[in-house]
């Protein structure tokens, strides 16, 4: 028996030798530290490159803002920054526009998106569901500009013609096609979450007696909300950050309707008041910090989402903790 055991040689093979030089031990230690210090690098160069940006926006708004003052930017809806007489640079109406559009977006994108992904997790089979995902996620790469000429080409006319409104290029318009882009990334990350919670939670609810639709709804759902809210804030963020099709679709109309939810009017958003008017500006002049005072707005406002998220985030992780 001891024979038999000694020809089968060794159970594994180690290219490494159990017992180090203080040469490679040495050497080791350094690749690690060097391995820690690429890492470092890398993220504390993005956190540097974000930081620069917001200091290379802030510092070209800080002139209009010591003109002008932030009274008339945070309490008028007027915007003519042009007029050579007395220019207006209220933003309300600005504001106003990138909300609503984000808000029609996510009101569209956000239970098509949650739905389809618990869909392919848990409905189809699993063949269909490794076909139709790399569909959906090529879907995110179409250029916005596609969906810009969509939305006016085709869109904006059937509303016309169909719905009977005034214009096609609206509020309704921008955030249909919105949600159409937005729609992939909720999908693609929160089926991703779901498909992670795993088997074992699954099969656990059905052993307790409950239904599919209880297993999804009670269990699977909850356990994968953390997902879930990073997909609606992935998703939300690709809206409010949209620059192309907004400034194609919604009309640019610098208003807040009346009534205010009526989203079959033109308005204008942020990041299309940035690009349509960036170009024709002169640098240096008060209309071309404005702009840069827009620009800040807009990501103090995605910031603040961020926080907020992450805030919300924290609290459901502290309570998921505590029930378990």
């Known amino acids: 028996m001891s024979q038999a055991i000694q020809s089968e040689g060794p159970a594994a093979e180690f290219t490494r030798p159990l017992l180090l030089t203080p040469g490679a031990d040495r050497a080791g230690w350094l690749a690690a530290k060097a391995g820690r210090a690429a890492l470092l690098l ?31 930017a945070a309490s008028s809806t007027h915007w003519y920054p042009e007029d050579a007489t007395a220019p207006q640079f209220g933003m309300l109406a600005l504001i106003y526009g990138s909300v609503s559009v984000t808000v029609g977006a996510l009101i569209l994108a956000v239970p098509l998106g949650i739905l389809a992904a618990v869909v392919l997790s848990d409905i189809v089979p699993f063949a269909v569901r490794q076909c139709v995902k790399p569909v959906i996620e090529l879907l995110a790469a179409i250029p916005s500009v596609a969906f810009g000429v969509f939305a006016v080409k085709v869109l904006a006319p059937l509303m016309q013609e ?31 979450s779901i498909w992670a919670v795993g088997r074992e939670l699954r099969e656990a609810s059905y052993a ?7 297993t ?27 620059t192309m099709l907004v400034w194609m679709a919604s009309g640019n109309a610098c208003q807040v309707p009346a009534p205010w939810w009526d989203l079959s009017q033109s308005v204008r958003t942020l990041t299309a008041t940035v690009a349509g008017e960036m170009g024709e500006t002169a640098r240096g002049s008060l209309h071309y910090h404005s702009l840069f005072a827009v620009a800040l707005v807009l990501l103090v ?8 998220t992450e805030r919300l ?5 502290k309570s998921a903790g505590a029930h378990a």
Request: net charge neutral; hydrophobic share 60%; glycine share 10%.
């Open 42 to 72: 890398v993220a504390g160069a993005s956190v540097v490159a974000v930081l620069l940006i917001f200091f290379f926006i802030a510092r070209e708004a800080i002139p209009f803002f010591q003109e002008r003052g932030l009274g008339e």
């Open 162 to 192: 169909r719905l009977g409104l005034p214009t096609g290029t609206n509020a309704l318009n921008a955030s249909f096609v919105l949600a159409l882009m937005a729609t992939p990334t909720i999908v693609s990350v929160a089926e991703d």
């Open 208 to 214: 307790c007696g409950a239904t599919r639709a209880e």
């Open 216 to 242: 999804l709804l009670k269990v699977v759902l909850p356990a994968a909300h953390n997902g879930v809210i990073a997909a609606i804030v992935l998703g939300m963020m690709r809206a409010i950050g949209e």
């Open 301 to 308: 406002f995605s910031l603040g989402l961020n926080l907020l």
């Open 313 to 317: 985030l924290s609290k459901a992780r």
